[in-house]
């Protein structure tokens, strides 16, 4: 399984863009990279996925480098809502993949005004 | 509202006492994963079940059972229960294989368990 590093916490304030990055230096070929959010006391709620290069949607996007050793999760514009913990995943995908999802010990995000 | 069902929202028990949290996964998917996460912790993987069977399993006690019935609900045992078992589990669920599979994990609110 590969491993994942992330800054614990992070510091922001409303309306800056943010970029956590995450450390996957094992990540085998079939694996995928995704991102979660979560708030106190709710489940992570899915933001984005990536296999390579860049993949945006419409509250993030996720840059993999050519290696994927690493991919970085940019949010755009903050606000204080964004305050949350942001887990990086590597999980396998195809047919019989994403089994065994392990989430990383996060990193907390603090906006402020 | 992600879909996932998980019951009790709160529960309150005693040491050494058994208790069962269930999981109704959203409708169609077919895999269910169990996470437990302690206060200020990170999300620790408990267990993974694809259509009735175990394919997966993380740091799950030996005093933790699961189980996934053939209607694809869920259950999590958790016996002789200790201070340090007290936390919020998780359940989530994605479609499963195949088709519409983006891998995509969609969890419930969470269980909360406190063990007095």
């Known amino acids: 399984l590969a491993k994942t590093t992330q800054p614990i916490s992070m510091d922001s304030y409303e309306g800056q863009e943010v970029n956590i990055t995450c450390s996957h230096n094992n990540i085998a070929t079939n694996d995928y990279i995704t991102w979660y959010q979560q708030f106190p006391s709710q489940g992570p709620r899915f933001i984005i996925q990536g296999y390579k290069t860049k993949v945006t949607n419409e509250v993030a996007s996720l840059f993999i480098p050519a290696d994927r050793k690493s991919s970085t999760l940019s949010l755009p514009r903050v606000s204080l809502s964004d305050t949350a913990v942001y887990y990086c995943l590597v999980g396998e995908g195809g047919n019989t993949g994403f089994q065994k999802l392990v989430f990383g010990t996060g990193t907390r995000l603090l906006v402020s005004p | 509202d992600s879909g996932v069902t998980q019951t009790p929202k709160h529960l309150i028990t005693a040491t050494g006492q058994r208790v069962t949290l269930r999981c109704s996964p959203r409708s169609g998917d077919l895999s269910v994963y169990w996470y437990q996460q302690s206060l200020d912790q990170g999300l620790q993987f408990l267990i993974q079940?694809?259509?009735?069977?175990?394919?997966a399993k993380g740091n799950i006690l030996e005093r933790f059972s699961a189980q996934q019935f053939p209607d694809l609900h869920s259950e999590l045992n958790l016996s002789s229960l200790e201070l340090g078992d007290s936390a919020l589990y998780f359940c989530?669920?994605?479609?499963?294989?195949?088709?519409?599979?983006?891998?995509?994990?969609?969890f419930g609110e969470g269980s909360r368990l406190t063990v007095l």
């Open positions: 079940y694809y259509n009735g069977e175990e394919r």
């Open positions: 989530a669920s994605r479609r499963g294989m195949g088709t519409g599979d983006t891998g995509e994990l969609f």
